[in-house]
C-alpha cells in the first residue's frame, strides 16, 4: 500500500507472522556530530493495548490510551516525550480489540516527524511479552519502553541523554506510592542501586513504584525469552529487569521529576487532567461575548463563551459553545461540546458532549463522546458526579 506523506511517498507492508505493520518513512537519519559512536540509536516502543477494564463505561466504546488529558488523547504526550528525546522510530503495540482506532488516531507519524511501527499483541500476556512480541522491530537496538496510559512530568529527554552517556543495562524511574501493592516495586541498596523488584506484592518490602517508563539495552531479549508465566498469568516486566540485576548488569533508578499518572480509572484520569491543565499558558483564539475568562485558560478558534464564566485553569476545545454558565477549576471542554445554562467543574468533557439546564454543579465527572445531559431546569441541588461512555443521554 502506497500513502502520501510529507515524508514523499510511504510504503507499507505486513508481516503477520510477527504482527508487524510499519510506515516507512524513507531511511533513517544519519548521525549527527556529537553522538557516541558505540550507541546505536535509540528506538521508541509504546504500549497501547489493554481493554482498560477499570475505565468502563469509557472504554467500552474506545481505547483507554485515547481518553483525552486537557484536550488531547493520553497517548499524545507520549508521543511528545519520545520525539521531544530526539526519537524518531517509535513501535506502538496494539491489541486487536482497539488497534484501528489507535491507527486512526496516530497515522503514520508524520504529524510528529517520526516513523511509526504498529505491532500487534494479540492478547494481554503483559508487558514482558508485548516486549517479546515487538522484538522483530527492536532488532539489537537500545529503546524506550513508554506505558501509553501513563503521564509524566518533565520529560525523558534527560534519561535518553544519560543512557547515551552511561549505556546502563536499564534505567528505571520510581515514584514513592501510598499503597505500592498495586504496582512494580524496587528495592534499593544503600547506593541506591536496584537490588530486588516484585510485581504487585501483597506484602511490599518498600513503598518505590515502577513508573511505566523504562529505558532497555538490547540486552533484555534474551532474559525475557526464558521467562515463564506469573502467578497472574503474564509474562512481568519486574522479573526480566531482576534477571538483568541477577546476572550483574547495571540497573540505574531515577526517581521521578515532578508528577506522574497511571490513568487506569477515572478518578486518575481526573486528576492527570488536572495535572496537565496546570501547565496551561493563557491563549484565547475563540470569541468572547459578555464573558469573564480569569487566569489560565485555552479557548480554541471557533469555540464562542456567551454571558459566562471561565475560571481558569481550563481547556475549550475548538467550535465548543459556553453560554449561560460556568466553566470552573480543571475543567477540559471538548470539540464542538455546549455548556448552557449550567456549571461544570474539575471534570472532562469529550467532543460533542452537552450539558442544558442543570439544576446541579457538575463536578468530578467525565462524559463521553457525545453524552446528551438535560437537567430541564429542575430544582438546583448542591452537586452532580457522572461517568457517562459515549452517546449516553440522561435527563434530570
Known amino acids: 500500500m502506497v500513502l502520501p506523506s510529507k515524508f514523499g511517498t510511504l510504503q507499507s507492508d505486513r508481516r503477520s507472522f510477527y504482527g508487524l505493520y510499519t510506515m ?16 546505536m540509536e535509540l528506538k521508541g516502543l509504546v504500549l497501547s493495548g489493554g481493554k482498560g477494564t477499570r475505565l468502563r463505561p469509557l472504554t467500552h466504546t474506545r481505547a483507554k490510551q485515547l481518553i483525552p488529558i486537557a484536550g488531547k488523547p493520553n497517548l499524545f504526550y507520549a508521543l511528545e516525550d519520545l520525539v521531544a528525546a530526539g526519537i524518531r522510530d517509535i513501535g506502538v503495540v496494539l491489541s486487536p480489540e482497539t488497534g484501528e482506532e489507535v491507527r486512526a488516531a496516530l497515522g503514520d507519524g508524520s504529524s510528529w516527524g517520526v516513523r511509526i511501527t504498529y505491532i500487534v499483541q494479540e492478547a494481554p500476556l503483559g508487558i514482558a511479552h508485548a516486549v517479546k512480541t515487538a522484538q522483530p522491530f527492536l532488532g539489537d ?6 506505558l501509553g496510559d501513563n503521564l509524566l512530568s518533565g520529560g525523558i529527554k534527560h534519561l535518553v541523554a544519560e543512557y547515551r552517556q552511561t549505556q546502563p543495562a536499564a534505567i528505571v524511574l520510581l515514584t514513592p506510592v501510598d499503597d505500592p501493592r498495586a504496582f512494580g516495586v524496587a528495592v534499593l541498596d544503600e547506593q541506591g542501586r536496584v537490588v530486588r523488584l516484585l510485581e504487585k506484592p501483597q506484602n511490599p518490602p518498600s513503598n518505590l513504584a515502577l513508573v511505566g517508563v523504562y529505558l532497555f539495552s538490547p540486552g533484555i531479549h534474551p532474559i525475557i525469552e526464558g521467562l515463564r508465566p506469573s502467578g497472574r498469568g503474564e509474562y512481568e516486566i519486574t522479573e526480566a529487569i531482576q534477571g538483568l540485576v541477577d546476572s550483574g548488569q547495571k540497573v540505574i533508578a531515577h526517581q521521578v521529576r515532578g508528577w506522574w499518572k497511571d490513568t487506569g480509572k477515572p478518578e486518575d484520569l481526573l486528576d492527570a487532567n488536572r495535572l496537565a491543565l496546570s501547565t496551561l499558558v493563557r ?5 468572547l461575548q459578555e464573558a469573564q475568562v480569569v487566569g489560565e485558560v ?25 453560554e449561560d454558565g460556568f466553566v470552573g477549576p480543571y475543567t477540559a471542554i471538548g470539540k464542538n461540546a455546549r455548556v448552557v445554562s449550567s456549571e461544570v467543574e474539575y471534570s472532562i468533557l469529550m467532543d460533542e458532549a452537552q450539558v442544558y439546564a442543570l439544576p446541579y454543579r457538575l463536578d468530578s465527572s467525565i462524559l463521553g463522546q457525545g453524552v446528551v445531559v438535560d437537567g430541564k431546569g429542575n430544582a438546583r441541588r448542591h452537586s452532580l458526579q457522572l461517568v457517562l461512555g459515549d452517546r449516553s443521554r440522561v435527563r434530570l
Do not use: C, H, M, N
Not at 141 to 146: D, K, R
Not at 283 to 287: K, L, N, P, T
Open 298 to 322: 485555552v479557548v480554541e478558534a471557533g469555540a464562542r463563551i456567551v454571558r459566562s464564566t471561565v475560571r481558569g485553569p481550563a481547556y475549550i476545545g475548538a467550535g465548543a459553545l459556553v
Open 283 to 287: 491563549r484565547i483564539e475563540g470569541e
Open 24 to 39: 516507512r518513512a524513507g531511511p533513517p537519519e544519519p548521525a549527527r556530530a556529537g553522538k557516541l559512536d558505540t550507541v
Open 141 to 146: 537496538s537500545p529503546f524506550v519502553l513508554y
